[in-house]
């Protein structure tokens, strides 16, 4: 194995669920040369590639499809930040999440989509009939949460969308 494919192969597990432009910036090569050698630890199945919500993620093939999506999702930081509070205060309606992460409800309607399709969280309704947000397995989803941090990019590209969100709905951003 070249070195440069056993750096790519331990950085992906390292960082599960890194993202194909994280992994080119932080191992500072080529995009065809991190292309070919994905493609070559994929072959020997030492590396596991998932496209999830539009972003193709890598993994060590120990994980399996739930914990993959975990992983990419949690490098999101709305998403990230969403699971964070479901963990602290348990279920917890759509509109109290909207209001504390302060985004716009169309906002946290989607990241709980998002986490829903994934098998993360669950929607059921409280005795009035309001949504209530659900985490489906918490115990194993904050063993995942100490293995991720977003990278700075998803954080800066989070923070711009949450900045276009204020604006579309006119509420102001936070600085």
Known sequence: MTDVRRRVRDHVRDNPGVHFNELVRELNIATGQAQYHLRRLGRNDEVVAERIS????YF???YDAW???VLSLYRRETAREL???L???????ASTLADRLDLARSTVSWHVDTLEDAGIVERSYDDRGRVEVVLTRP????AFLRAVTPSLSD???????????A???GVEAEE
């Open 155 to 165: 954080r800066l590209v989070d923070r711009f969308m949450r900045f276009v969100d």
């Open 139 to 142: 115990e194993e989803t904050v």
């Open 83 to 85: 699971i964070t509070h």
């Open 54 to 57: 539009g972003r193709t993620h």
């Open 67 to 69: 914990e993959r999506r």
């Open 87 to 93: 963990l602290e205060d348990g279920p917890t309606s």
């Open 167 to 169: 604006g579309l709905h």
């Open 60 to 62: 060590d093939p120990e």
